[in-house]
């Protein structure tokens, strides 16, 4: 069974400049998860789909980040205008759902520099 | 609000155990993880435990749940030069998502 794939890898852009980040989580799981992770820091949560909709959005950063979920599956996160402080890996994680064990499962992250 | 926290660094000889602690503050935590992170790579699960368990075996990994202190440990036994990496504590609370450590930095010297 295919893992969560997230491309690109690796992206450097200069601020000011849009990115965008493409996520395809486990077949079948229904709750999509984007998360920051800082050097030095664990994961934190930006946003939480299930399905197609977003139910947990409250540390997204809406003046410049937004995502969507279209049709339920693949995700894309935009930030728009990045910023310096924007320099991070962004991690997908997918689970089947949020009750019962809700274990997530990442993928490799798309590891940003804003130069 | 929520906050996990990990000891910064562990440093062991191959074949030793290693045990990496944390401590949570929330106590409606419903489930209580492991992952374990390369470099360069996402985060792999390593165990769980729910909250209702003292403790719980894998091979070569044992989780403690202390839920009155909020204490959980992860305790690796044989602990072999391909187990270096970043651990994370992570808990879960009902209906969200995980709420992560900053990690253990696990050096295993051969």
């Known amino acids: 069974e295919a893992g969560v794939v997230q491309s690109p890898r690796y992206k450097i852009i200069e601020k000011k400049q849009p990115v965008a980040f493409w996520c395809n989580p486990i077949?079948?799981?229904?709750?999509l998860y984007w998360y920051l992770q800082n050097l030095g820091q664990g994961p934190e949560l930006l946003i939480r789909y299930e399905n197609e909709e977003a139910v947990d959005d409250s540390q997204l950063p809406k003046d410049r980040f937004s995502a969507e979920r279209l049709k339920g599956v693949d995700s894309t996160l935009k930030i728009q205008p990045a910023e310096l402080g924007d320099s991070a890996v962004y991690l997908c994680?997918?689970?089947?759902?949020?009750?019962?064990?809700?274990?997530?499962?990442f993928g490799p992250g798309t590891r940003l520099t804003v130069l | 609000g929520e906050d996990v926290e990990q000891s910064l660094f562990l440093s062991v000889r191959e074949g030793d155990s290693s045990v990496i602690n944390c401590t949570y503050t929330?106590?409606?935590?419903?489930?209580l993880y492991w992952y374990k992170q390369e470099p360069g790579a996402g985060l792999q699960l390593l165990t769980y435990?729910?909250?209702?368990?003292d403790m719980k075996q894998d091979q070569r990994l044992t989780v403690l749940l202390n839920k009155k202190d909020k204490h959980l440990s992860l305790r690796i036994a044989d602990t072999q030069t391909g187990d270096s990496a970043i651990y994370f504590c992570a808990e879960k609370l009902a209906g969200t998502a995980l709420i992560f450590g900053k990690g253990t930095t696990l050096s295993v010297s051969s």
């Open positions: 929330d106590s409606s935590s419903t489930y």
């Open positions: 077949s079948g799981h229904n709750t």
């Open positions: 994680a997918s689970s089947p759902g949020t009750s019962g064990r809700g274990e997530q499962f």
């Open positions: 435990i729910f909250s209702n368990m």
